[in-house]
């Protein structure tokens, strides 16, 4: 029977308690929301959704083509410039999702007879982008720049290395400065996924790159996503101009793909004028992270020390963490689970993320309900 293997795949599923579903979401909730990424409070303030209205009456409900063919609005080229000069980067290009972004960066910089030095760690997105590109990827230690400089030293030809700024399992930073140096070592190029520093890490959430001093270099390429502290949807890629340009002409899921919706422009632009605003959301939501981290150790449980605003409480298995899951939200409170075969370690884990609007009562409540609710 056609697709007869599907069944055979669900059973196996089923009896590792891996089974994924799909669960209705209202409108309006009492939960007390630590699962989405939505960092800084911005995915409903006023301001971002005028913005998505705004550009959606100006501009209409969808691009209508990649914007190689139907061109590109003010509106995309004002979040291009604003976004690019916030983080400290000359130019950015930007994409529909930041999987796309991941998938446009990697493939156009990495031709035939390339080398991709891969963190073990990395995003699904980077992984796919070393998957689909013409160069050979070789996965090297977590977190690991003298694995990563070996590796780029038994290679002769273009080579880059790609890695999560903060990797979105354990919310853990990678070395930055350190891989940056294995790279110029030997004439690598970087490409940084900040999809989970943007916003939060930083001078006023200008990102882990800026950070790290690495914004700016001719050397360095970095990704983010809109989708997470700029409340909206969406991709970018920064680096230098000569980049954005190669992007503009080699990325396949830029020329093939439609624009980015204008509404998700338009509310990604208010995000991040909002942001310039008020800088201190970046630096509150480390602090609702490192405030979540000690309540919990203090309660027993084991949590990853989070370089962002990502906090990773280890779970004893992938069914006790779905109950754990399922019994925090019947308590009140949304948690992110995440199991095999999303961690590459094996490890499950609830999964908080720290909000720069969560109140100190709501932070003890939401320790409070994990603590009641282990397995
Ligand atoms: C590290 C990382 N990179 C890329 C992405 C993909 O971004 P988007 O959701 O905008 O496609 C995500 C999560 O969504 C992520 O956690």
Not at 339 to 349: A, L
Request: with cysteine; proline share 5%; aromatic share 4%.
């Amino acid at each position: 029977m056609a697709f007869g293997w599907i069944d055979e795949q669900a059973a196996r599923r089923r009896r590792a308690g891996l089974v994924r579903t799909l669960r209705p979401r209202a409108a309006g909730t009492a939960l007390l929301d630590l699962a989405s990424n939505d960092y800084l409070g911005l995915a409903r303030h006023p301001e971002v959704t005028e913005g998505a209205a705004r550009a959606a009456r100006t501009w209409g409900g969808g691009s209508t083509g990649s914007r190689l063919v139907t061109g590109t609005t003010e509106l995309h080229a004002e979040l291009e410039r604003e976004l690019a000069a916030f983080c400290g980067f000359e130019a950015a290009l930007v994409l529909s999702s930041g999987y796309a972004a991941n998938l446009a960066a990697v493939t156009a910089l990495a031709p035939h007879g390339s080398l991709i030095v891969s963190d073990a760690g990395n995003h699904a997105s980077l992984i796919d982008g070393c998957r689909l590109a013409r160069g050979t990827a070789q996965v090297t230690a977590h977190a690991d720049p003298d694995a990563v400089r070996k590796t780029l030293g038994g290679h002769d030809g273009p080579a880059v290395a790609v890695s999560d700024t903060v990797f979105s399992v354990d919310g853990d930073a990678a070395p930055l400065a350190a891989l940056a140096e294995a790279c110029r070592e030997h004439g690598a190029g970087l490409v940084l996924d900040d999809a989970h520093g943007l916003g939060v890490l930083g001078d006023g959430g200008r990102g882990a790159p800026y950070a790290a001093g690495l914004a700016g270099a001719d050397d360095v390429v970095v990704t983010v996503t809109l989708s997470k502290s700029l409340g909206s949807q969406g991709g970018a890629v920064l680096g230098p101009a000569r980049v954005i340009e190669h992007l503009v002409n080699t990325a396949r899921t830029f020329i093939f793909d439609t624009g980015l919706a204008p509404a998700a422009a338009g509310a990604a632009l208010a995000a991040l004028r909002l942001l310039r605003r008020e800088p201190g959301r970046a630096a509150r939501a480390g602090a609702v992270a490192r405030e979540l981290h000690g309540r919990l150790t203090a309660a027993g449980l084991e949590a990853v020390r989070p370089d962002a605003a990502v906090v990773s409480v280890r779970a004893p298995s992938p069914e006790q963490a779905v109950r754990w899951a399922a019994d925090c939200r019947a308590a009140g409170l949304s948690v992110g689970c995440f199991r095999p075969p999303s961690v590459p370690d094996g490890i499950s884990r609830l999964r908080l993320t720290a909000r720069a609007d969560l109140s100190g009562a709501e932070i003890e409540r939401a320790v409070r309900v994990i603590g009641e609710t282990r397995p």
